[in-house]
């Protein structure tokens, strides 16, 4: 599957499924489950059903994280419910079960304070597991490196015969991408976040920060120079900017992939991994 056509459907299902939500009266009384991805940038709740099947999903801007540390608590349990809510007058039946995830290399209380703001606002936490691999639960890759660019981190995990044998997590993400924007161009951040998002302006900016790019690149090549790694596969936000996946593929000469919507991966991939914790769980 590593060519991602499996991947890049299921991504596409899920945007389908935030505009147009399932009606649980379509779903014949199957459980469902959130993955809940509390960004540096954007909060987003992922829906899939016991099939792991996207049904649903709904985000918010926000800054309430920082480096994958929690620093807005009730800011962030505020969104969390506001976005549970939304979804759940969408589709007509209250969300229970949740799983969430952290930058590799998170603390433990760290850990447990973004699991405190997905119980604060209502859900069953029953799972938390590291960003990059909740990617590869979407991408089903069995060998090379996920690398999850999000808002204030970049992690790595690495794969070798499907199993994960190194993680790691370094400051340098998408906020950065926005502040030299925001100084290129004298606007404030906000602006600089919402230009950089819009698709026709990617061709103008990409050259501005084509220098953290090769700094996101360093960090890449890092980690993975004592792995034998073939390949890379992006996800995060930052790298829904177009010609993304080329610059790093440049610096790093192996070939990068980058999967349809990557900002979507992840927050799919916590809710297809809680599913799979409920099933083993049941099991037992």
């Known amino acids: 599957m590593e060519n991602l056509k499996a991947a890049d459907a299921v991504i596409k299902e899920f945007e389908k499924k935030i505009a ?3 009606q649980y009266g379509q779903l014949k009384g ?3 489950f959130v993955g809940v991805d509390l960004g540096t940038a954007y909060i987003v709740l992922a829906i899939v059903d016991e099939e792991g099947n996207p049904v649903a999903g709904a985000m918010r801007f926000a800054q309430v994280v920082k480096d994958g540390l929690v620093v807005d608590y ?4 505020d969104i969390v419910k506001t976005l549970k809510k939304e979804i759940e007058g969408k589709i007509g039946v209250e969300l229970e079960f949740a799983g969430v995830a952290y930058p590799p290399g998170t603390s433990k209380n760290d850990r447990k304070a973004i699991i405190n703001v ?10 938390e597991i590291d960003e990059p691999t909740a990617a ?6 069995t060998g090379g490196a996920v690398v999850d660019i999000g808002g204030g981190t970049t992690g790595i995990a690495i794969f070798q015969n499907g199993q994960v044998v190194y993680v790691a997590d370094e400051p340098t993400g998408g906020t950065h991408f926005s502040l030299v924007i925001s100084g290129a161009y004298k606007i404030p951040f906000e602006e600089a976040e919402e230009k950089k998002k819009n698709p026709q302006n990617h061709q103008e900016v990409l050259p501005i920060v084509i220098p953290v790019i090769q700094k996101v690149a360093s960090i890449i090549k890092k980690h993975i120079k004592v792995y034998d790694v073939a390949k890379v596969f992006l996800v995060g936000g930052t790298c829904c900017l177009q010609n993304f996946e ?3 593929e440049e610096e790093l000469n192996i070939p990068v992939i980058k999967p349809a919507n990557p900002f979507l991966v992840t927050p799919l991939g ?5 599913k799979e914790t409920h099933r083993e769980r049941v099991k037992r």
Do not use: F, Q, R
Request: proline share 3%; aromatic share 0%.
């Open 74 to 77: 009730i800011g962030a349990i």
């Open 118 to 127: 997905a119980e604060a606002a209502g859900l069953k936490v029953l799972l």
């Open 136 to 141: 590869n639960k979407v991408l089903s890759i």
């Open 30 to 32: 199957k459980k469902l």
């Open 20 to 22: 147009d939500p399932i």
């Open 246 to 248: 080329k610059i790093m």
């Open 270 to 274: 916590i809710a297809i991994s809680t």
